[in-house]
């Protein structure tokens, strides 16, 4: 089993920064891949970036490469989300995942474990 654990979500004005953390704990031999999506009210929840173990590969949704950089420190079990440009669109509820395999996805369904999510919202 893993738990994950989101910090670092807040109120941000347009066109600043903010950085999420991911916490591991548990079997985190099982925790592979990463990846972060969100979810804004009434929306589905969308992919956002992943990583594989190795960081060898990163992931990013159009809409949001060029100013988010997902990152992984393994020796401290925690995936990073560094969001740079914020939006108003970039406000939603963001959720870590952990894929059981290394190799990293776009699709919610291919991830084994959630974190309960971490609000941003990105003021005009």
């Known amino acids: 089993q893993v738990q994950l654990v989101e910090s670092g979500g807040g109120l941000v004005q347009a066109g600043g920064s903010l950085r999420l953390s991911c916490a591991a704990s548990g079997r985190t031999v099982s925790s592979r891949a990463m990846g972060w999506f969100r979810q804004a009210p009434g929306k589905e929840r969308e992919f956002v970036a992943g990583?594989?173990?190795?960081?060898?590969?990163?992931y990013y949704a159009d809409s949001v490469k060029g100013r988010f950089t997902i990152s992984r420190d393994n020796a401290k079990n925690t995936v990073y989300l560094q969001m740079g440009s914020l939006k108003p669109e970039d406000t939603a509820v963001y959720y870590c995942a952990a894929r059981r395999i290394g190799y990293g996805s776009r699709r919610y369904d291919e991830y084994d474990y959630w974190g309960q999510g971490t609000q941003v919202t990105v003021s005009s």
């Open positions: 990583i594989n173990w190795s960081s060898a590969r990163l």
